[in-house]
Every structure is written in C-alpha cells, then in structure tokens.
C-alpha cells in the first residue's frame, strides 16, 4: 500500500447528489482508500421532495411478515443513507467488499478531527453540475425527508467546551470545581 491510499480523503457531501457521490465513492474504497464523508445531511435527491418522500414510504413499508425484527432494517439518518447506497455499489458479502466498507466513515456534521482539516468536492457529483439549472424545485434533501415524518430529529451540533476555558472559569469562581 503506497502513502498516498494510507491517507483518507475527506469529503464534504453539501450539495453533492447521494447516488452519483455513492458511486464514486464505491470505487474509491475498492481500490484501497480510506474515505470519510462530513455533513451528510446536506446531501441533495434528484427529484421532487413529495416524490422522494412517497418513494420513502415505499421503503419502509418493506419488511418481514413474521418478524419485522429479522429485517430489511431502514436506515433513516443521511449519513447511514448514504452509507447504504455506497454497500448496494461493492460485493459487501464478499472478503474484499467488506474489508472495503470498513474504510469508509460518514458523518452528519462535522466531528472534531475533521473540523480543522481541508474538505474536498466531487465536482461530477455536485447538483449545481449535474442538474439543469432551469429546473425550479427539483431538489430534495436527504435530512428532512425522514424529518418530515417525524420519525428523525435533527442532532444539535453540540461542541463540548475545552479543557482549558473551564479551567478559566474555575480560577475565577465562575463555575464550581470538580
């Protein structure tokens, strides 16, 4: 393995198409690379949102008769949305597949290794790229369409303080020490 597949590429998926930023990523992880994708909840659908959220619908309704717990499990966060599409992409039941899918890390927000570091665009899978631009509302979110069932509430981007500011705090009686 050279230098460069050690190395992950860290993708920022606003404004990226899931299916189109699925595949690339797939070829990426077959190949060797570690992948991370950061804010996955501002990837984009083709399509109308009703559209998609019908489609949606379709999906869930999909499960066992005897026991809904044996599956298919329906991943309802964008990140896991886009990780499941990126396993339809690679022989995940194969050695190679799953060793691939283990290099591929997603995440809704920005976790705080990767907040510091520079993110990357798929420029053939961003929508303002791919999509004609003359088409008026042909664009759904991955976040809101489980949102608007109400099944998924948005995670708030809650950072914890930094050690040093609470010792800031405690020198001067602001806050009780521990």
Same mark, same amino acid.
């Given at each position: 393995?050279?230098?460069?597949?050690?190395?992950?590429?860290?993708? &920022?998926?606003?404004?990226?198409?899931? $299916?189109?930023?699925?595949?690339?990523?797939?070829?990426?992880?077959?190949?060797?690379?570690?992948?991370?994708?950061?804010?996955? +909840? &501002?990837?984009?659908?083709?399509?109308?949102?009703?559209?998609?959220?019908?489609?949606?619908?379709? !999906?869930?309704?999909?499960?066992?008769?005897?026991?809904?717990?044996?599956?298919?499990?329906?991943?309802?966060?964008? %990140?896991?949305?886009?990780?499941?599409?990126?396993?339809?992409?690679?022989?995940?039941?194969?050695?190679?597949?799953?060793?691939?899918?283990?290099?591929?890390?997603? !995440?809704?927000?920005?976790? #705080?290794? !990767?907040?510091?570091?520079?993110?990357?665009?798929? #420029?053939?899978?961003?929508?303002?790229?791919?999509?004609?631009? &003359?088409?008026?509302? &042909?664009?759904?979110?991955? $976040?809101?369409?489980?949102? %608007?069932?109400?099944?998924?509430?948005?995670?708030?981007?809650? +950072?914890?303080?930094? +050690? +040093?500011?609470?010792? !800031?705090?405690?020198?001067?009686?602001?806050?009780?020490?521990?």
């Amino acid at each position: 393995m050279t230098d460069l597949s050690k190395k992950a590429i860290l993708i &920022d998926g606003r404004g990226h198409l899931l $299916g189109r930023l699925a595949s690339v990523i797939a070829k990426q992880i077959l190949n060797g690379r570690n992948v991370v994708v950061v804010r996955c +909840e &501002d990837l984009q659908l083709s399509g109308h949102f009703f559209r998609n959220k019908i489609k949606f619908l379709a !999906y869930l309704r999909k499960r066992c008769n005897v026991n809904p717990a044996r599956g298919p499990f329906h991943f309802r966060a964008p %990140s896991r949305m886009l990780w499941k599409a990126v396993r339809g992409m690679v022989p995940h039941k194969t050695k190679r597949g799953h060793n691939a899918l283990k290099q591929l890390k997603v !995440y809704e927000g920005i976790p #705080p290794p !990767y907040d510091r570091q520079k993110r990357l665009c798929v #420029p053939i899978a961003m929508r303002q790229l791919c999509l004609r631009p &003359d088409r008026k509302n &042909d664009r759904a979110p991955c $976040g809101p369409i489980p949102r %608007s069932l109400g099944i998924v509430r948005p995670r708030p981007n809650i +950072e914890q303080e930094p +050690e +040093e500011f609470s010792n !800031y705090l405690q020198t001067y009686n602001l806050i009780r020490q521990k």
